[in-house]
């Protein structure tokens, strides 16, 4: 037997996930900002070993302290070293970022692939369902849920996961409706494999692009509601280290300490725009033809 | 040099045009080495697969594409090197005397205007025609390519026509200024047989109408037998082999363009007869295999191993102007699309 | 509803093939036509209006016809994958639209299809030996070992080497992937294959590869084939017999060789008349029919004749009587008020 077409050129191979890796390393963006969530995750897990105080140890002696050697983030009014409470924020920002990102995904993933492969009546009842979680905001939800659970990092993950599956929904339901036309899912059902089937071995996962995209910067999104949430007293307590926390509490001494603010506002905007940053150049590095 | 024996001199000559691309997969090399003449007044067709690097040849003609890099050759219009034009000058040649008719007239075409304002903006544009004046001439063009009721249709967006209304629509944008040399970059492709006849006999009448020179780019060998004076095959971005119609049909030399000939499924044959496929896939323009681009392919190559080393230069195969690049040129006398189809089913 | 089936024995191609294996009464498929800002129905595109259309056992039967004539609606309905609005679909008798559920996957095995985009057709994310395994796996429960092993026979079957199953789709070119598309039409040893344009997005001097593979298959397996194509070149290579659609019709239907040698309806003459023959001396010299305008619109299709808008013969029994399709000669069936002979069309 003798191969006909053996003789062309077939393109090198390259594993699927290592050419998008190629392709990501090449923006240098995202690099920066995976570079620096890369240090966020690594200073979270080892907090106790970069810092020297507790988070919510006080220091005897030692109030409103500007930057120095001995507290390089300076210290708070009652003589918390500031840098301890950002690295240990980061554990409280991270958590809640991830835990609220994977209810929304599970929530948007179940309801977007549902009313994109079923379409219709299905379609229909799962998108006003959507309109009706739009219009409440989610300040209103997390004062209600605070109200009746208490305030707790718990209830600010299932607020922010219960709101934050609509865009994904919304996501997941167009790309199901464009990928049920194309040929090879059209070439699963004259096989005769089961609905289920198709959906998620033949869709979901070339609908994984705008999924892995939306949920990156998802991550961010999430973290500045929760510090907003925080700053506004529904999110958790004192004296947890949480980011938004923090900043409230610095506000009112801008004039004397802008350290108070500054730096625990500061790690809210870098790691927001990190989470950004590396959503879009997924965007690039997934090319939706080949992942 | 290459000669192309013509008696007048060309409209248009291009001689060794190389065009590529610096992506981050590597150089693509997507003109690759392209030499033609085309004359007053004729039909020369360009065919190749897709991919050999036809309209990206075009459009540098053309000076459109903004990220080429024309590695080396010229492109002599009327005696002037284009390349060497600055874009205002450039501008001025292209849509008056060179104009370019495309694929996908939906793309090419401006949604949001009108059709007749679109095809009277060349007009505006090339010769200073007032709006009225350019209005009338719109809808004198689309009465030239056979649109009915052209009037009414000038005031008509693109989507609502239909997908041959819209490529004569292109076709009377393109002609609006007369232009000596028209480039017609696949007109037919998407379209129906029945649909493509009717656009070529347009093209064809209204190339009489205005004695310009058409260069038909096309993968069709069928439209090239019918319309074409002359016809340049292109393999991976190269000439391979150029001359008239009945030379390239009847007295084909390069190996590729006998292949090509060879495969094609007849009306007419019989049905048992297998057809004969060129082996391989076709050459990829960044891993261009050194020597002759079509030599992995190729059931001619030399013992001596030269069609992998040397890139062979066009020359001269049965006759004055008819031109080939082949090392085996020789050794190909006497090889016809009849004897390469039986050596391929084996009868 | 017969199609001819006993006169068509002992003569031309269709005299070895066998007894009917797919047949298909009065197919109708209406899409229906939204508008306005709820998305409300406003209309109906009459997309497969009465279509009847008999496939026995080893046999090639073409559906041609200008784009959104209905072809691929047609071979959809013939495979269940869209329910038709009326008419039946009998595969080896069992008529598809009564199965439960879990008959109809059973039954799928038998009947597959082959798509034409070959960059469509393949899950991007799996590897060829997954797509090929996976209707191992669902219809007959095999283990991985047992699957692998029929993966590499399957490759070998359409000229591709075992080594590829571990590859993606993206590291193919058109023609390979294409080759892939038909392994796994394959894989569950179908009597059946609709094959939808399985060329006409391949190069040409690929495509000859693809089709002489078709018709070792066919030869090999026994294997019937619905084959949907435009390149009347290709059909009348491929096909036994061939049915011409016009606007959701069957107008003219009948053995290859005299449908192709002596066409009867003259959309089926406007459509040979308009094929390219890659020869410049033919060509050239060809009568030709060219058609006037563009198929209507099948929303709103005209009344009696469907063809009549476009046809030179059209009389006013035309406009008010729909003509039925009529026997002329062994199974050659032709729907016309006017039918007249054309010999050689292509001459
Ligand atoms: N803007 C571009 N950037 C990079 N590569 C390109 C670009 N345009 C075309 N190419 C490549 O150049 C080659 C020739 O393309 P093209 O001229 O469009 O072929 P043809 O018209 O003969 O089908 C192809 O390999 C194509 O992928
Ligand atoms: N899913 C669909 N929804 C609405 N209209 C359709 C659909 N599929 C096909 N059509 C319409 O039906 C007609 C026939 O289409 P099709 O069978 O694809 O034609 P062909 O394969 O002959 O080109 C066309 O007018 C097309 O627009
Ligand atoms: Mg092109
Ligand atoms: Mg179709």
């Known amino acids: 037997m003798s191969w006909p077409e053996d003789l062309g050129s077939v393109h090198a191979v390259r594993p699927l996930w290592a050419s998008a890796w190629r392709r990501f390393r090449r923006n240098k963006m995202a690099m920066a900002g995976l570079a620096f969530l890369v240090a966020l995750v690594v200073a979270a897990v080892l907090a106790p070993w970069i810092t020297r105080y507790g988070p919510t140890e006080g220091i005897e002696g030692a109030y409103r302290q500007p930057p120095s050697w001995a507290h390089p983030f300076g210290t708070d009014k009652i003589g918390r070293d500031v840098f301890s409470r950002v690295v240990y924020g980061a554990r409280v920002s991270l958590r809640i970022g991830f835990a609220s990102t994977v209810i929304s995904v599970v929530i948007g993933l179940l309801f977007g692939a549902v009313a994109g492969f079923f379409g219709g009546l299905v379609d229909t009842l799962i998108m006003r369902l959507t309109d009706v979680f739009l219009a409440i905001p989610y300040i209103v939800l997390a004062i209600a849920i605070a109200a009746v659970a208490g305030r707790s990092e718990h209830s600010i993950i299932v607020v922010l996961g219960l709101t934050g599956w609509l865009g994904l929904a919304r996501i997941v339901r167009a790309s199901f409706l464009s990928l049920k036309q194309l040929e090879y899912v059209e070439a699963a059902r004259a096989m005769g494999y089961s609905r289920a089937r198709i959906m998620f071995r033949h869709i979901l996962p070339n609908a994984g692009q705008p999924v892995i995209v939306y949920s990156t910067v998802l991550i961010g999104g999430v973290i500045l509601s929760e510090a907003a ?63 | 040099m290459i000669e192309f024996a013509a008696s007048a001199p060309p409209l248009l000559s291009v001689r060794d045009l190389r065009a590529y691309f610096d992506t981050n997969d590597g150089v693509v090399r997507a003109v690759d080495g392209v030499s033609f003449d085309v004359r007053r007044g004729e039909v020369f067709a360009v065919v190749g697969e897709s991919g050999s690097g036809k309209s990206v040849m075009a459009t ?26 600055p874009e205002s000058e450039h501008r001025r040649i292209r849509g008056k005397e060179i104009a370019m008719i495309f694929q996908d007239p939906l793309t090419a075409l401006n949604p949001v205007h009108q059709v007749g304002r679109q095809i009277g903006e060349m007009a505006r544009i090339h010769e200073g025609l007032s709006r009225k004046a350019a209005g009338r001439r719109a809808i004198e063009m689309l009465d030239l390519v056979g649109i009915p009721e052209a009037a009414k249709r000038a005031r008509m967006y693109p989507h ?105 499924a007849r009306l007419g044959a019989r049905r048992d007869e297998p057809l004969v496929p060129i082996p391989g896939a076709p050459a990829s323009s960044i891993e261009v295999p050194p020597g002759c681009a079509f030599n992995p392919r190729c059931s001619f190559v030399s013992s001596d191993g030269r069609c992998a080393q040397t890139r062979p230069e066009l020359r001269e195969a049965t006759a004055p102007g008819h031109l080939a690049a082949c090392h085996e040129l020789e050794a190909l006398d006497g090889v016809s699309v009849e004897s390469v189809r039986r050596a391929g089913t084996g009868r | 509803m017969s199609d001819g089936l006993i006169e068509v024995r002992g003569s031309g191609p269709g005299a070895e093939l066998g007894p009917p294996l797919l047949v298909a009464t009065d197919l109708v498929k209406d899409f229906p036509l939204r508008g306005g800002v709820f998305g409300r129905t406003t209309g109906r595109i009459s997309a497969v209006a009465g279509v009847s259309l008999t496939v026995r056992r080893g046999e090639t039967l073409s559906l041609v016809g200008e784009s959104g004539c209905g072809k691929s609606t047609t071979g959809r309905l013939l495979l269940n994958l869209i329910r038709p609005t009326a008419g039946t679909v009998r595969f080896d008798g069992l008529d598809l639209a009564t199965l439960s559920g879990k008959e109809l996957t059973h039954a799928r095995r038998r009947f597959q299809i082959v798509f034409q985009d070959p960059y469509a057709t393949l899950n991007p994310r799996m590897t060829i030996g997954a797509t090929l395994g996976e209707p191992l796996r669902v219809h007959f429960g095999w283990k991985a070992a047992r699957r692998a092993e029929r993966v590499r026979q399957l490759l070998d079957t359409v000229g591709l080497a075992p080594q590829y199953a ?3 789709p993206h590291e193919f070119s058109g023609g390979q992937r294409q080759r892939v598309g038909i392994a796994r039409a394959l894989a569950l040893e179908p009597e059946l294959i609709v094959l939808d344009e399985p060329v006409s997005a ?16 066919q030869d090999e397996l026994g294997l019937a084939y619905v084959l949907i194509a435009h390149d009347l070149s290709v059909v009348q ?79 006013a029994r035309c406009t008010e009587l729909e003509p039925e399709l009529v026997e002329r000669g062994i199974g050659h069936r032709v729907a016309c008020h006017f039918p007249h002979v054309v010999v050689d069309p292509l001459g």
Not at chain 2, 64 to 78: N, Q
Not at chain 3, 210 to 216: A, G, K, V
Not at chain 3, 245 to 251: D, E, N, R
């Open chain 2, 60 to 85: 540098t003609i053309m000076g459109l594409p903004r990220t080429v890099r024309i590695a080396s050759g010229e492109v002599r219009w009327k005696g002037r090197d284009l390349l060497q034009l």
């Open chain 3, 166 to 168: 571990n590859r993606f």
């Open chain 2, 160 to 264: 609502e026509f239909s997908g041959g209304m819209r490529q004569r629509a292109m076709i009377a944008m393109a002609i609006t200024c007369r232009p000596d040399l028209l480039i017609a970059d696949e007109p037919t492709t998407a379209l129906d047989v029945t649909v493509q006849a009717q656009v070529l006999e347009v093209l064809m009448r209204i190339k009489d109408e205005i004695d310009s020179a058409i260069m038909l780019i096309t993968h069709d060998l069928g439209v090239v037998a019918g319309l074409a004076d002359r016809v340049m095959v292109m393999y991976a971005g190269r000439t391979v082999e150029v001359g008239t119609a009945p030379e390239l049909f009847y007295r084909a030399r390069h190996p590729y363009t006998l292949g090509l000939l060879a495969s094609l």
């Open chain 3, 202 to 217: 391949l190069d040409v001097s690929i495509q000859a590869g693809i089709i002489n593979l078709l018709q070792r298959l």
């Open chain 1, 229 to 291: 949430l925080s700053y506004l007293g529904v999110g958790p307590q004192a004296p947890t280290p949480a980011w938004g926390l923090m900043v409230s509490e610095g506000k009112g001494d801008l004039a004397r300490s802008a350290h108070l603010l500054l730096l625990p506002g500061g790690a809210i905007c870098l790691t927001v725009l990190a989470f950004m940053l590396v959503g879009d150049g997924l965007r690039d590095a997934l090319d939706p033809k080949l992942i």
């Open chain 3, 237 to 315: 290579h491929l096909s036994h017999r061939v049915a011409v659609m016009y606007l959701g019709k069957v107008v003219e239907t009948g053995p290859a060789e005299a449908l192709f040698s002596s066409p009867a309806h003259p959309y089926t003459q406007a459509l040979l008349s308009a094929v390219p023959v890659p020869d410049p001396e033919i060509q050239r010299d060809r009568r030709r029919l060219v058609l006037s305008g563009e198929p209507p619109s099948p929303a709103d299709p005209p009344s009696g004749c469907r063809f009549r808008t476009r046809c030179w013969k059209a009389e």
